[in-house]
């Protein structure tokens, strides 16, 4: 199995910056893909950046220029460095993985991001 655990939440006025960390444990060479999610108030998850494990990184269009997401070369931390922050940003954000071929799935329990006008 794969356990994760997000931090780096906060509150943070428009135009500013936050880095939201996951830190994997368990089966961590079986990772595949590790992504970030996040959920507004009222809305579905959405899918915001992804980062395969030869290093390809895909982004949503509303984050894109703006978001960086990378991880360590052991799999074991995720990071998402997110710059000019907007107030339609805040939500719960999520770290994702799929593991073991894609056949199974982890999620961290989450960590908010509100970002104030």
């Known amino acids: ?10 509150l943070v006025q428009a135009g500013g910056s936050l880095r939201l960390s996951c830190v994997a444990s368990g089966s961590i060479s079986s990772i595949n893909v590790m992504d970030w999610y996040r959920q507004a108030s009222g809305k579905q998850r959405e899918l915001v950046a992804r980062i395969s494990s030869g290093g390809t990184t895909t982004y949503a269009d509303s984050v894109q220029g703006r978001f960086t997401i990378a991880r360590d070369n052991a799999m ?27 056949a199974r799935d982890s999620w961290g329990q989450g960590t908010q991001v509100t970002v104030a006008s």
């Open 76 to 102: 074991n931390t995720l990071y998402l460095q997110m710059n000019s922050l907007k107030p339609e940003d805040t939500a719960v954000y999520y770290c994702h993985a799929y593991y073991e071929w894609y």
């Open 1 to 10: 199995q794969v356990q994760l655990v997000e931090s780096g939440g906060g």
